[in-house]
């Protein structure tokens, strides 16, 4: 007869045996490393992988609305202190068209008006009318300079 160990069938561990993933759980896990090599761009040059990222980049660059971003320049007459203040921005027949610095603006006069009227006879030395002056306003509503429509 055969010898027995004095072992039972209930002593021994029953290890299950390993359990496949699930096809969901592999697709998961397959776009959590395209995610990771992505984002750490880890495609080599010429995979379609890499291609389809940097179409993505320009499409985000050219496609993307200016309004997200508000980035667009503000008027600032910094520059004008180089030019004495007032730039001369067109001619139209007898009317000349300005732009004056609104710091160079003395506050002895009681209007603007007046001190650009003041600062273009400097300028000008010519007679000449005052037809409109205007303020140039920045976002925040601060006058930064004015427009200055005069005719000679």
Not at 39 to 62: M, N, P
Not at 115 to 138: E, G, N, S, Y
Request: aromatic share 10%; glycine share 4%; charged share 25%.
């Amino acid at each position: 007869m055969a010898q027995t160990t004095g072992i039972q069938p209930s002593d021994v561990p029953c290890t299950p045996a390993p359990l496949r993933p699930s096809a969901l759980s592999r697709v998961w896990e397959g776009f959590k490393l395209g995610v990771k090599r992505s984002i750490f761009w880890s495609y080599e040059r010429g995979t379609w992988q890499y291609d389809v990222i940097v179409v993505a980049i320009l499409a985000f660059i050219f496609l993307s609305p200016r309004s997200w971003f508000d980035d667009r320049p503000t008027l600032q007459l910094t520059n004008l202190r180089n030019q004495q203040g007032i730039v001369e921005l067109r001619r139209a027949g007898r009317e000349v068209h300005f732009l004056v610095d609104a710091r160079l603006i003395d506050p002895r006069f009681r209007k603007p008006e007046d001190a650009i009227a003041a600062m273009l006879q400097q300028h000008l030395q010519k007679p000449f009318t005052l037809k409109t002056v205007d303020a140039v306003r920045d976002r925040h509503n601060v006058i930064l300079g004015y427009t200055v429509v005069v005719e000679e």
